[in-house]
Structure formats: C-alpha cells, structure tokens
C-alpha cells in the first residue's frame, strides 16, 4: 500500500489537489502528477539546476524537494513565465535574441534562477550574473548568451 498525502499546492496561480506518495519529488509531482512537463530533469542530485523552480519565490531544485513539502505552498515553474496568451516574458525573450539556448534542455532551470535572482537583485554586475549561471550546467551554448541575456533583462528592467 503506498503512503499517500493529499497536497493543495498553487502553481503558476493555479490551485492543485493531488495524492501524493510521500517520497515522490517535487519535479515528479509536477511532471507526472499535474502535467508541467517544462520542468527538467537532468542529474536527479540537486547538481545541474536544469529542474529549478520557484518555491514562495526562492529557487529550489525540485529535484531534491519531495512534493508533500509544498502543501499550502505556491510554486512557479517555466510554464508560468509567459503570460496567459502566451506572450513570451522579458527574459524569455532576451534568452532567445542572445541564442542563450541550444538544444534547451537546461534552458527552464535558468530561466527560473534568473527570475528569482532579478527580483531580488534587480541592478546585477556582470559578474554577480557570472557567479549566479555558475551554479547550473549547460552542455550544448555556453554561458555567454546566458550571461548577456539576463544582464539586459536587468537593465531593461531598471530603465522601466
């Protein structure tokens, strides 16, 4: 018999119901239990980053978080960047115009860092930017659209 707990957890401002196994990873959950398939799955070990969401607004690796942590909890993930027609976000947009991406696999784990990082710090350095893609793996673009894009989303963003 498996242990299941029931879960009421709000992604991208939708509210959720969902038995959940008490094991089950939150990437899991969200991949498998309620369809948010942008959430990558890349090392399984908290490593790559390619499965970052954000949990009340803080980055966290879903893969390393079990979905039973995030009953009452709102969580964020790349399908809730875009707006409701499907208008791609700022720094959406600005990963696209840098080539930021390639086969685009890790390409929602940054998006999500950045997101979360940009709310917090919203006038970045360039390498303040640098140290934040540190923490993510990419294997196919390289860091240098990565880091231009994010540093424009910034300053667009603080020019209003």
């Given at each position: ?9 709000t992604v991208n401002g939708t509210v959720h119901e969902v038995s ?59 399908e809730g960047l875009a707006a409701r027609g499907g208008e791609l ?59 231009e894009a994010i540093k424009e989303t910034a300053d667009e963003r603080?020019?209003?």
């Amino acid at each position: 018999m498996k242990d299941l707990h029931q879960v009421s957890v709000t992604v991208n401002g939708t509210v959720h119901e969902v038995s959940v196994e008490s094991r089950r990873t939150l990437a899991d959950m969200l991949r498998h239990d309620l369809g948010y398939t942008g959430t990558h799955l890349g090392c399984e070990h908290g490593i790559c980053g390619a499965c970052t969401v954000l949990v009340d607004g803080s980055p966290v690796r879903a893969c390393l978080v079990f979905g039973v942590q995030t009953d009452g909890r709102s969580v964020r993930t790349v399908e809730g960047l875009a707006a409701r027609g499907g208008e791609l976000s700022d720094l959406q947009r600005a990963f696209s115009r840098h080539h930021a991406l390639q086969c685009g696999f890790c390409t929602p784990g940054f998006l999500m860092l950045a997101e979360a990082f940009l709310a917090e710090y919203p006038e970045p350095s360039e390498q303040e930017v640098r140290e934040l893609v540190a923490s993510n793996l990419c294997r196919c673009t390289g860091y240098q659209g990565i880091v231009e894009a994010i540093k424009e989303t910034a300053d667009e963003r603080a020019r209003g």
